[in-house]
């Protein structure tokens, strides 16, 4: 057997668990003296999503569990945080009452789950007088697609909520210390979409821009945020959105679709993934990569041209919507990326990459917009 090392990674030829790792660090290397190449070479000779991103062979991190009624089904469509060096995972789940609701994991490292609870940790109010069937991702009622953010001492989620009054965009908060403590105490349900119309995919972004809440509702036509003074949201007070199913020019998308987990601060930008349709696999949803400006958020600095996430696996493809893969969060440890997404709406993966090499192949890549 010959074994190969390179930076500290070890290569066992035809290893599927190391060739990726290995030929990411190979890679690295090369965009690390990228310097001495032509703009744009590197890129297209070079850089790949697959190159950048590694999913673990430890994916799927979190199925199925037939013994708890209420995620016997499926589990997926994801949500992060990290608190403490300690990661947190919010996840959809449906069980054998097709009733969506929101289950818990954690996990030290961000790919092996050691911690995960037996019971759901949160449930939307369902309209009692009846259920409607959710077409994007099952079930009779209930809550999907939790979007965490920590803004000082409070945690707030935003969530899709679905019954037999249509499909809407809830907002939810629990103080820092009972989330840690387990102790799962929201706060009353707000609708703060349009209840008259069909909204979801709502982010809040993760700090105050310019002393308002800032929250990113709709990326097609054009990115659109609302700036609040507060989250209140009384006297029906909601937030009007406006989505067209359209392309971007120049994208690989036919339909973009919306924001996938909320914006990540860096040096160069927030970060935004978002789901995309393209036109040769219309029934797949891909994530994309953009980096918008700091301070105008509206404003893209750089989209990538390809997906970054797509099917590629045997999660991915097996499940309840073969093809999909669908984010709701993302966090940064120790200067690597966690990309959290359901995998055909039946499992919880994520996907890892270097943060500093995401930006530079970002930004070599990708399409630098005006």
Not at 306 to 335: H, L, M
Request: aromatic letters at 12%.
């Amino acid at each position: 057997m010959i074994i190969v090392a390179l930076g500290g990674i070890v290569r066992v030829p035809g290893d599927p668990r190391f060739e990726a790792e290995f030929e990411r660090e190979k890679m690295f290397r090369e965009v690390s003296k990228g310097e001495e190449k032509a703009p744009g070479e590197l890129a297209s000779a070079k850089i790949t999503w697959r190159g950048v991103f590694i999913k673990p062979h430890l994916n799927p991190i979190i199925a199925p569990n037939p013994s708890n009624y209420w995620e016997a089904y499926q589990t997926f469509n994801p949500g992060a945080i990290i608190l403490d060096g300690r990661i947190h995972i919010v996840y959809r789940a449906l069980g054998v009452d097709w009733i969506s609701r929101f289950g818990y994991a954690a996990s030290t490292d961000g790919a092996m789950i050691d911690e995960r609870h037996s019971h759901p940790i949160y449930q939307s109010s369902v309209n009692s007088q009846g259920h409607a069937f959710s077409a994007s991702g099952g079930g009779f009622g209930g809550c999907e697609d939790p979007r965490l953010v920590r803004i000082d001492d409070v945690i707030y989620m935003t969530y899709n909520l679905f019954d037999s009054r249509g499909l809407r965009v809830g907002l939810t908060s629990i103080s820092v210390e009972d989330f840690l403590n387990k102790r799962w105490r929201w706060s009353e349900e707000k609708i703060i979409s349009n209840p008259g119309k069909i909204n979801k995919n709502f982010v809040l972004f993760p700090e105050k821009i310019n002393g308002r809440y800032a929250i990113l509702h709709s990326i097609s036509p054009k990115i659109q945020i609302a700036y609040l003074e507060d989250l209140s949201f009384e006297k029906e007070k909601y937030i009007e959105s406006y989505y067209e199913p359209r392309s971007y020019p120049g994208g690989w998308e036919s339909v973009v679709k919306g924001a996938g987990g909320p914006p990540i601060k860096t040096s160069e930008g927030w970060l935004l993934f978002y789901h995309g349709l393209s036109g040769d696999e219309p029934w797949k949803y891909k994530i994309g990569l953009m980096l918008l400006d700091l301070d105008h958020p509206e404003r893209v600095l750089y989209r990538a041209r390809s997906p970054v996430i797509e099917a590629d696996q045997w999660y991915e493809r097996e499940g309840f919507k073969p093809g999909v893969t669908y984010t709701c969060g993302a966090v940064v440890k120790n200067g690597e990326l966690f990309l959290y997404y359901g995998a055909a709406d039946k499992y919880v993966c994520v996907a890892k990459a270097p943060l500093d090499l995401l930006l530079d192949a970002l930004k070599r890549e990708g399409a630098a917009q005006s």
